[in-house]
């Protein structure tokens, strides 16, 4: 079973401009979350989609969204880009249904944003 | 709200030496616990979970007790090699009342382990 792949795997843009990070989940995970990794903050939560719709949402600003298609695969913008955006963003997909008591997620190899 | 606490790092060890990273948290209810590992430039991979109090987690030599009663999830393994070089990050996932997980998962700061020869 292939894993979770995302694209672009780097990425560079300059201050103001917007991106597009894109998720393909695993083969019938329906739900993809999304976290961003930075040195100094850590792994912090973006948000969550399940079946096309935002489930949960981390504590980002507005510029922050995303989108989930009908085969699951998931895509976040983020607009007008600002140096502290620079991280590595990180897509997590998971076969979470009311029969599966916990969260396991598996996780992409990534997307290295630069904002120069 | 939920918070996970790792002890502070970085450990070095040397290899076949006993490792333990300590990892604590808070949650609101009863949630899942998890241990991720992160090796050089690639995402994160599942190590270990455990999903009830007093269930233990273990993989690779790895293990991992979920203690409710001290809400602790420490990590252990009785011999460590140089190729467990990696970042370690304890997680959390709450659950809502009629047990379904929510999709996010709570991480610690993470803890970098390196293994010399």
């Known amino acids: 079973k292939a894993g979770v792949t995302q694209t672009p795997r780097y990425l560079i843009k300059t201050r103001g401009q917007q991106v597009t990070l894109s998720c393909s989940p695993i083969?019938?995970?329906?739900?993809v979350s999304w976290y961003q990794q930075t040195p100094g903050q850590g792994l912090q939560f973006l948000f969550e989609y399940f079946s096309e719709t935002q489930r949960n949402k981390g504590n980002f600003p507005g510029r922050f969204s995303g989108r989930q298609f009908s085969n699951s695969r998931s895509e976040m913008n983020v607009s007008t880009l600002e140096l502290g955006d620079s991280a590595l963003y990180l897509c997590?997909?998971?076969?979470?249904?009311?029969?599966?008591?916990?969260?396991?997620?598996?996780f992409g190899p990534g997307t290295r944003l630069t904002v120069l | 709200g939920d918070s996970v606490t790792q002890m502070e790092g970085p450990v070095t060890l040397s290899e076949e030496a006993f490792l333990t990273i300590n990892c604590t948290y808070t949650a609101t209810g009863y949630p899942s616990l998890f241990w991720y590992v992160q090796y050089p430039g690639e995402g994160l991979q599942l190590l270990l979970k455990?999903?009830?109090?007093?269930d233990k987690g273990s993989n690779k030599g790895f293990e991992a007790t979920y203690r409710k009663e001290t809400t602790s999830f420490h990590l252990e393994k009785g011999s460590v090699q140089v190729s467990d070089s990696a970042v370690y990050f304890c997680?959390?996932?709450?659950?809502?009342?009629?047990?379904?997980?929510?999709?996010?998962?709570?991480f610690g700061q993470g803890t970098i382990l390196t293994v010399h020869p």
């Open positions: 083969s019938g995970h329906r739900s």
């Open positions: 455990a999903t009830k109090a007093d």
């Open positions: 997680a959390l996932s709450e659950r809502n009342a009629g047990g379904t997980s929510y999709g996010k998962l709570t």
């Open positions: 997590a997909s998971s076969n979470k249904t009311f029969l599966v008591p916990y969260n396991e997620q598996f």
